[in-house]
């Protein structure tokens, strides 16, 4: 499926989705940053975790949806809903949806380069703060943290306003933080949005620059297991979103046991010689039924 998030006149947003067979005719009408109309499409309810609008339901384009281009909408209506940092820390935000935050930049810790997978991944931690000097940790993976260190090392100015759209949070050891939400979160720092320019204006007048590790201090990590970055990137999804795919996906999901079928294992016996798939019978009765075969 090739997922969109899409946002109204109201700057409201909700979740998108087009299935597989109609990518190759939606891709090139739905355009980043354009205006468009959609008419008869379905609706279905929207679940599983990280989802990126608090909408009970989703869109779901189909044969008959029909899209064209309309008006552009105002430049300020971008679906911006920033949180309150102590929103995070109180436990007050559900961490199935995927959230907005502006935050300055006040400290960006040492990169690690973690072995995931037989893959070397970047990790870089950072603090920010809001216009109530709340801090909150920002854990940054892959690409996103390279953008990030890159952006550092030419940095100029003491105030960066860093924004994260559709990020997620993570409870770990009783402390909150933020992080990228795989490959849909958005990274920005010091964009000119009136919504930004409005929350620097606010930062408390106290001096507070950015403090940043040599980026030529590496550590490498190895803490981070298989298991544990398959459930923490792979996407969750419901049973009945498994049935329904139409491609071979990798994800996760959640549910409880109903029942144990005690008759069938989930095992098979095989042949050692041949390792294909065989039946146990009792051989004592097949001798007494065919004395005349040799099972020597």
């Known amino acids: 499926t090739m997922e969109t998030i899409v ?37 279905s309810p929207a679940s599983g975790r990280f989802r990126t609008s608090g909408h009970v339901y989703k869109i779901v384009l189909a044969q008959t949806t029909t899209i064209r281009t309309d008006l552009d909408l105002p430049p300020n209506v971008l679906g911006l809903h920033p949180v309150r940092f102590n929103d995070i820390h109180d436990g007050k935000l559900n961490p199935d949806f995927l959230i907005d935050v502006f935050g300055q930049i006040v400290e960006i810790g040492n990169v690690e380069i973690l072995n995931v997978s037989k893959k070397q991944t970047k990790r870089l931690t950072m603090v920010l ?5 709340v801090r909150l940790n920002c854990v940054l993976w892959g690409e996103f943290a390279e953008q990030l260190e890159a952006f550092a090392q030419n940095l100029h100015e003491a105030v960066v306003v860093f924004v994260l759209r559709f990020g997620k949070i993570r409870l770990y050891q009783n402390v909150w933080s933020v992080g990228n939400c795989y490959n849909c979160s958005i990274v920005m720092n010091n964009p000119d949005l009136p919504e930004v320019i409005a929350f620097r ?60 079928d005690t008759e069938y294992g989930w095992y098979y016996m095989e042949c ?3 390792q294909k798939k065989v039946l146990p019978v009792d051989m004592e009765a097949v001798k007494e039924e065919s004395p005349q075969l040799d099972f020597s």
């Open 7 to 43: 946002v109204d006149e109201r700057n409201q947003v909700i979740h998108c989705t087009v299935k597989k067979e109609f990518i190759r005719r939606m891709d090139v009408l739905l355009v980043e940053g354009e205006t468009k109309v959609i008419t008869n499409f379905k609706v």
């Open 129 to 133: 703060r809001d216009t109530n000097d």
């Open 201 to 260: 204006d606010r930062l408390p007048k106290d001096g507070v620059t950015l403090s940043y590790t040599h980026p030529n201090q590496l550590t490498i990590v190895n803490s981070v297991s298989v298991r544990a970055d398959f459930l923490t990137h792979s996407p969750r999804r419901t049973i009945s979103e498994i049935v329904s795919a139409s491609e071979n996906i990798k994800c996760v999901t959640m549910a409880t046991i109903m029942s144990i």
């Open 272 to 274: 050692q010689t041949c």
